[in-house]
């Protein structure tokens, strides 16, 4: 399978502790991006990377979350002292870069479940 | 990125065709239009996209107003599998990270 890969798929976590998930991109997209969804709603963008470079990050994005491209290939978002209001699911995207790139690929996501 | 407006649900019958509406009055002249869909416990899927002309391919038609202030997305013939939410989104030319910004969506339901 060439797509978008997400892990963990699911993750339960006590309120907190620190949680990480991985996303690994269509290997040749330039472009990764983090977004959340919570139940009943639409995804809401968290940040994009273009290769190693995290170009924009949204107001959500509190000082809790990090999010990693070291090597320009996949990517880590790292949540410190998870809260209740964590829960959603994280959703990893990607596409190739340029103004003509409409589609982004998504995963499957990580529901994270905060206790 | 100009707001849309969905309808919260819509029902069709299995094989039948499928008009889904989405208003974009705030649309500037260079916003894109763009549809995802999201099937449950899957992440958002790429439909279509357009600029001012209607758009077709394998999974759907586009249909741009005139004024580009509307959209709607064409099912041809529904199936059970197209049960999924539908976004419209507007993407600004300007937006170079090519970030989306979801709204709602509409349910669709399909009925064999």
């Known amino acids: 399978d060439t797509g978008v890969s997400q892990n963990p798929r699911h993750k339960i976590t006590k309120r907190g502790q620190n949680v990480t998930f991985r996303c690994d991109p269509i290997s040749e997209h330039n472009r990764l991006y983090w977004y959340r969804q919570t139940l009943g709603q639409g995804p809401e963008f968290l940040t994009y990377?273009?290769?190693?470079?995290?170009?924009?990050k949204s107001r959500l994005l509190s000082d809790r979350f990090s999010a990693e491209r070291p090597k320009g290939s996949f990517s880590t978002l790292e949540i410190q002292r998870t809260e209740q209001g964590d829960s959603a699911m994280y959703l990893c995207?990607?596409?190739?870069?340029?103004?003509?790139?409409?589609?982004?690929?998504f995963g499957p996501g990580t529901r994270l479940t905060v206790l | 990125d100009a707001k849309t407006t969905q309808p919260n649900s819509m029902e069709s019958n299995e094989e039948e065709p499928v008009h889904l509406p989405c208003n974009h009055s705030?649309?500037?002249?260079?916003?894109?239009i763009h549809w995802y869909r999201q099937l449950p416990s899957q992440g958002p899927e790429y439909v279509i996209h357009g600029l001012t002309s209607n758009v077709n391919n394998r999974m759907a038609s586009l249909a741009i107003a005139e004024d580009r202030k509307s959209s709607t997305l064409i099912l041809h013939r529904a199936t059970l599998r197209d049960a999924a939410v539908y976004y419209c989104?507007?993407?600004?030319?300007?937006?170079?990270?090519?970030?989306?910004?979801f709204g709602g969506g509409t349910r669709l339901m399909v009925k064999p």
């Open positions: 995207a990607s596409s190739p870069a340029g103004a003509l790139a409409h589609e982004q690929f």
């Open positions: 705030t649309i500037s002249g260079t916003d894109y």
């Open positions: 990377f273009q290769n190693e470079a995290q170009l924009e």
């Open positions: 989104i507007l993407r600004a030319h300007n937006n170079a990270g090519n970030m989306l910004t």
